[in-house]
């Protein structure tokens, strides 16, 4: 074989490897087959770039509702890299026209109503949401929760009939998500009950604080005035002191834009204050506590290993408090008790020998939840002053 053929193929196999090191961000669509809905639904699931390789990463899910609407979850994942320093896998919740039962989106996010006839509420093309909100949960959640590296941290986005549908999700399940972005929402639907719901809700029930970002347009001024003094009345009591300390609201009246536009601005301000607010919140606190193990092999067996994170058990981010015990093989090991999400770090007693863990995102706080799994293996690479 002639040397420049050989040096063509050497530069093929160069170029093909580095391609598959550099994993770019993915959608995929999948079909569930929903025994809840009786139809085949197509879902959207975005992972960001380098999920497969640091498979030690787990991510906060934002469900995007609407999103037959392309457009919608396609902003929400693109922008998210600019606006927040979270990790986020995006699902897309669709919505689509089956032309054979005459079945749309209106059916979907539309609740039985209470105060009108069904007839009376978009002409009788209503009325599933309980069960879409069921499919949500049973059959959405459920698989992504179980096929992906998932934080118990789940954000839903709403717009329009979506946006009204997530608020009441908020007051029918209200454990299913833990903040909630309502862009231009019909609060005046059914007689403003949505309204009388949320007055009726005791929030002081409410296990975490939750944080609600809603935004409306220029409805109510020339087109759908029923829409404004609904919203007015919803504001008001959103302000109200009595949900203060367990709702976190955020409103912008962004009404010189129209009903469709004003999604591309309020998905920039709500994500970039949902960021703001979420990296402030301590990590949820479980009804109990959980026994882990965690092992982790050195890179040489004289390295005495300590181990730190956010637990009085994990010495509360000292990094010379707590020592893993040695085992053989350079493998070190400690048995703890935690009580919640648990972020750790390896040294070998201060900061500036932090550990580079395989499959980790540089030297980022490593995540653990003791509900998923009771025993946790990892590899260190190196060490930071030993790069």
Known sequence: MKIKNVLFIFLLLIISNNLRA??????????ID??????????????????????????EVIYVFDSQNREHFDLVHSS?????????IVVGIVSPYYEETDYARNNDYSFTPKNITKQE?????????????????????????SNYRTLPKRVAIGHSLSASFIL?????????????????????????????EYKKFDFSKQKENKFLYISNA?????????????????????????IQNKLKVEIEDL??????????????????????????????IYDKEYDITIRVKVPDNKDQVYITGNQLSLGEWNPSKVKMKNLKNNEREIKIKVNSL???????????????????????????????????EFEIQYWMDKQ
């Open 22 to 31: 550099q994993e770019i961000a993915r959608v995929v669509q999948i079909v």
């Open 34 to 59: 929903s025994k809840i809905l009786n139809q085949k639904r197509p879902v959207l699931i975005y992972t960001p770039k380098n999920y497969d390789e640091t498979n030690l990463v787990s991510y």
């Open 80 to 88: 998210l890299s600019y606006l927040s320093k979270n990790k986020f």
């Open 121 to 145: 509420l978009f002409n009788g093309y209503c009325c599933n949401a309980e069960k879409l909100l069921d499919y949500t949960e049973n059959e959405v959640v459920k698989y992504i929760d």
């Open 168 to 196: 009441q999700t908020l007051i029918l399940k209200n454990n299913l998500f833990d903040s909630f972005i309502a862009i231009s929402p019909n609060l005046a639907i059914d007689k403003q009950d949505i309204i009388q």
């Open 218 to 242: 220029d409805e109510g001024k020339e087109y759908w005035q029923e829409w404004l003094p609904a919203r007015q009345k919803f504001y008001e009591f959103l302000q109200s002191p009595s």
């Open 255 to 284: 009404s010189t834009n129209d009903h469709w536009s004003v999604y591309m601005p309020s998905i920039i301000k709500s994500l970039k204050l949902y960021s703001d607010y979420s990296i402030k919140q301590p990590e949820k």
């Open 342 to 376: 648990t972020k750790i770090q390896f040294t070998r007693g201060n900061w500036d020998t932090k550990a580079f863990v395989k499959n980790n995102n540089e030297f980022e706080d490593i995540i653990i939840d003791p509900i998923k799994h009771n025993l946790y």
